[in-house]
């Protein structure tokens, strides 16, 4: 039986899942052929779904090379929270303006889902339901350009984290949640739009504070080597006195 749409699909979804899970680490090797395997779908169809994560910022396709989990640089991070948190207030505004009781119990359920799998201390869960809040927040909006660019957005963040953060926290995340719910239940837009961007700025600063990896430098290297073959400290400089090797 031909691979159908619904498997390819279903081949997109689970890496997308996988990815902002955490289990395919920035960085992993993504082979066509092993990917299919699971899914029963042919590598076309693989570098479909491939193709359809570069497009999301997920996956990195280098022509020839095995495609890869994405590792944005701490530029690009900036870039793209810069981007997120000027969507994020817009959607918050456009929410304020057409609130209504049952955006107040769809988000009132996510949050209760929120604070249960804290509760179990299920970190999986408190991940995933963390970034979904973002989601739903944009779904309600009735904006589906909104909706998924913010969806994209969101997604690049949970990877960027994944690669450069520090752990996520999922109890501030509740709190934070709840306060953003509360100021739109107040009709207060402003007030939830200044939450909502001090909300991104704290999970922005678990990426870009964390500090940068060092380039190794060869005269620490080398020491570490000297010493353990037993050379005297201070031994002579690697290149003698007017620059000649």
């Known amino acids: 039986m031909p691979p ?14 996988a990815i902002l899970e955490g289990d395919l680490k920035p960085g992993a090797r993504l082979p066509e052929d092993e990917i299919g395997l699971p899914f029963g779908i042919s590598r076309t169809l693989v570098r479909q779904a491939l193709q359809r994560l570069q497009a999301d910022g997920l996956v990195d396709m280098g022509g020839k090379r095995t495609a890869t989990v994405a590792r944005p640089t701490l530029a690009e991070a900036r870039d793209v929270f810069r981007v ?10 456009i929410l304020a303006e057409t609130w209504t009781p049952a955006h107040g119990a769809r ?13 179990a201390g299920d ?3 408190s991940v995933r339901l963390a970034w979904e809040f973002h989601v739903v927040l944009a779904e309600l909006t009735g904006n589906a350009l909104m909706e998924t660019w913010i969806s994209q957005l969101v997604a690049r963040c949970s990877l960027i984290l994944a690669l450069h953060g520090r752990p996520h926290s999922p109890d501030c995340s509740v709190g934070e949640h709840r306060a953003v719910l509360d100021a739109l239940r107040d009709a207060d837009a402003e007030r939830a739009a200044g939450l909502m961007d001090h909300h991104l700025h704290l999970v922005e600063g678990r990426a870009l504070d ?18 353990e073959a037993g050379a005297p400290a201070a031994a002579r400089p690697l290149r003698p006195k007017g620059g000649k090797s």
């Open 4 to 17: 159908t749409p619904s498997r390819f699909a279903h081949a997109y979804r689970a890496l997308r899942q």
């Open 84 to 93: 997120r948190r000027a969507l994020e207030r817009e959607a918050i505004r």
């Open 107 to 119: 988000l009132e359920g996510h949050l209760r889902a929120e604070a249960e799998a804290l509760a």
């Open 123 to 125: 970190d999986r869960a």
């Open 210 to 227: 964390a500090p940068e990896a060092r380039e190794p430098d060869l005269s620490d290297i080398l020491s570490r080597y000297a010493a």
